[in-house]
Nanobody, 125 residues
Framework: VQLQASGGGLVQPGGSLRFSCAVS????????MGWFRQAPGKEREFVST????????DYADPVKGRFTISRDNAKNTVYLQMNSLKPEDTAVYYC???????????????????WGQGTQVTVSS
């Protein structure tokens, strides 16, 4: 499966961005999807995840209430809407996928099999 992320960039604190991650190669609706990020000098960390149906979601505490994950199985795309961005959100963001047979989610990056190329987000005035 191939993952193609887009939507990063430079934004001022308090601004918004929306990531898209298009998935090709297999049936998108059979994948749990996740978003992770990695800031300079830090380990990759969990941001959000969504189950294959879209009915189960989870967020890391630092982004809860500001970020929203969603998916459109007809378009083979997962989204991450990021609002009220803060300088500490600056990182390279990655989308990830894993094939599943149940409606499940995971925060563990080692659980995911396929990764997008990473998209830079810089939050700065």
């Amino acid at each position: 499966v191939q993952l193609q992320a887009s939507g990063g960039g430079l934004v001022q604190p308090g601004g918004s961005l929306r990531f898209s991650c298009a998935v090709s190669g297999r049936t998108f609706s059979s994948y749990t999807m996740g978003w992770f990020r990695q800031a300079p000098g830090k380990e990759r960390e969990f941001v959000s995840t969504i189950s294959r149906s879209g009915g189960i979601t989870d967020y890391a505490d630092p982004v809860k209430g500001r970020f929203t994950i969603s998916r459109d199985n007809a378009k083979n795309t997962v989204y991450l809407q990021m609002n009220s961005l803060k300088p500490e959100d600056t990182a390279v963001y990655y989308c990830a996928a894993v094939g599943v047979i149940a409606d499940v989610i995971s925060r563990r990056y080692g659980w995911y099999d396929d990764w997008g190329q990473g998209t830079q987000v810089t939050v700065s005035s």
